[in-house]
């Protein structure tokens, strides 16, 4: 069997209900919406694989073509082997950060998909067999509203954020929701905290009882990150934004967090579960970050944490675009805050090409827009700093339900 043909397909996808990708009022994206880049992977033997890139995703599809170039001919099945052969190809062009690492992902879940297909077995059967028929998940929720809703919906687990109002936020939450629902906390920059700040804001969300305390700080500050470990005992979480397995090694290896967050469409299978090895053998739970990926990447994390033994917990929306479930064959089955693990040969989804083709890519970058720069100090969005020290430092960790709390 030898690999005939890598085609990308670039698609605009609507915005999710429940974070600042929102459209409403200006999102996180000038578009209003996000892209998703997905491939087909065809054979001579007649079959095919699908798989998914993210990491900007307009780059990602550029870099699978030229990708391609080095694997026609090859045999699918040579999994590990042909991920070498695309991270050698790229080796010219300097570090191989998200993009590169997104187009070698998009691919490299395509290869598992062939190579189970070929089995007749689903992939987590090709990771070592399951753990687990199911697969916890938890939900975006600011507000009560959401937060009851996701409830009545059977998940027992939610996540908010928002760097100037989260211990407000958190506060108001676990009154609502009592001490039975774990919740998380994401306070991800633009701006990302100073390590004195983040160390104040953990400190006092410490009482809350958090499931995980999620990219307190920027990814280059290491050195803050080992000041914030060494100050709170809250379980701390990052890695969403790094690229291939030695993006994780001071985070593992070092002990700076409790929970790791790859991305499967950055990352995809072959390191996905490289890292997941290495986390556990560091007594690290895997939760990967999944909240804006496309339905073809969605499926790779649930094959992926029906086979780890370290699986926490999967990240989704409660209600995302509409137009989601048509573009697959079929939509993964949730039910009672858990994910069905699929049993179908592959990844067990295909892509439906129409309908990808409904929705032209546009533009994908930050929008500047008022609800995106509002976790700045009053008046400085327009400087748009990367990290940017907390002004009013006594209210950091005192929770006020009288200030207005925004929801995103």
Known sequence: ???????????AAG?????AWSAGGGGMS?????????????TDAGITGVGEGSGWPKLVAAGIEDLATVLIGEDPRDIDRLWHRMFVAQMGHGQTGTPG??????IDMALWDISAKALDVPVWRMLGGKFRERVRCYVHASSTELAHSAIADGYDALKAGNIRTAVDKVAMLRAAVGPDIDIAVDLHGPPWLTAPDAIRIARALEPYDLLFLE???APEDVAGLRRLRAATDLPLAAGERAALLWGYRQLIGEGLVDIVQPDMGRVGLTQM???AAFAEAHFVSVAPHSGTLGPIAEYAAIHLLAA?????IHERFLTDWEGRARIVSQPLCFADGHASVPDRPGLGVDLMIDEVLKH?????VAAYSDKYLSAYEGGTGSETLYTQPRRHRARLGNPATDRPITTE
Do not use: D, Q
């Not at 915005?15 to 974070?19: A, R, V």
């Not at 000038?30 to 065809?42: I, L, M, N, P, Q």
């Not at 032209?360 to 994908?364: Q, R, S, V």
């Open 15 to 19: 915005p999710p209900g429940e974070t």
């Open 1 to 11: 069997m030898r690999i005939s043909s890598i085609t990308p397909y670039l698609m």
């Open 101 to 106: 690492s997104g187009a070698m992902a998009a």
């Open 308 to 312: 780890i033994p370290n699986a926490l």
């Open 215 to 217: 990219e307190p700080l």
């Open 273 to 275: 579960r490289k890292i």
């Open 30 to 42: 000038s578009a209003g919406s996000r892209h998703w880049c997905f491939v087909k992977v065809e």
């Open 360 to 364: 032209p890519a546009g533009t994908n």
